[in-house]
């Protein structure tokens, strides 16, 4: 394939990404079909099966699109000051904030948006907690990281993030967590927090 197939296959599924973003403005996800996706985005059924095997793919792509810019919870947690603000990354709840203007701008409502994320991340980076600094097992960070990720979505899309006291919320809610993770790294911990993955 060459670089403007290439171009032109990337711009197409760009488009059809796009179109889902409109389309979630005034539906939910489980009411848009295939058909009326390939039409809101000026393509053949047969050219969106070329691309996706169905809205749920597509939706997922519009998730790693939102997540593709976003700093991972150990940038924002175990970097210094200096760091973070050297850091081209968007924090999270920034992102899920900020929607008007893009094309996942109202897919952080769906319900799938949650499920979709935390299913992305699992599959691509580690906890988002250093396990061996907390002396927690993997399978401990990855419940800690689930907490600390539906609070911070569930603020985030709140009444609470559309206010003007949100950056006053925000720097709160910072505190809490390093004051949680603290508090966890440095208590005497029971052996069993460490007990081996295998056990589920």
């Not at 810019?69 to 999270?92: I, K, L, M, W």
């Not at 009444?159 to 440095?186: K, N």
């Amino acid at each position: 394939m060459t670089k403007v197939d290439d171009a032109r296959f990337r711009k197409c599924e760009e488009r059809i990404q796009n179109a889902l973003g409109e389309l979630l403005s005034t539906k939910s996800l489980s009411d848009v079909s295939v058909s009326e996706l390939a039409r809101k985005a000026s393509v053949s059924r047969a050219t969106f099966y070329a691309h996706y095997d169905n809205v749920g793919d597509v939706f997922n792509q519009l998730v790693v699109r939102a997540l593709s810019d976003v700093r991972t919870f150990e940038e924002r947690f175990q970097c210094d000051a200096e760091a973070c603000r050297e850091s081209n990354g968007v924090p999270y709840c920034e992102r899920i904030r900020s929607r008007d203007g893009e094309p996942w701008g109202e897919i952080v409502r769906d319900a799938r948006f949650f499920p979709s994320m935390m299913s992305l991340l699992s599959d691509t980076e580690p906890p988002a907690f250093d396990a061996a600094s907390l002396n927690v097992s993997r399978r401990v960070a990855e419940a800690l990281r689930l907490f600390q990720m539906s609070g911070c979505h569930t603020v985030a899309t709140s009444e609470f993030a559309q206010g003007d006291y949100w950056p006053i919320v925000r720097e709160v809610l910072d505190i809490f967590i390093e004051g949680g993770l603290e508090a966890v790294r440095t208590r005497r911990n029971p052996h069993r927090w460490n007990q081996n993955d295998s056990k589920r």
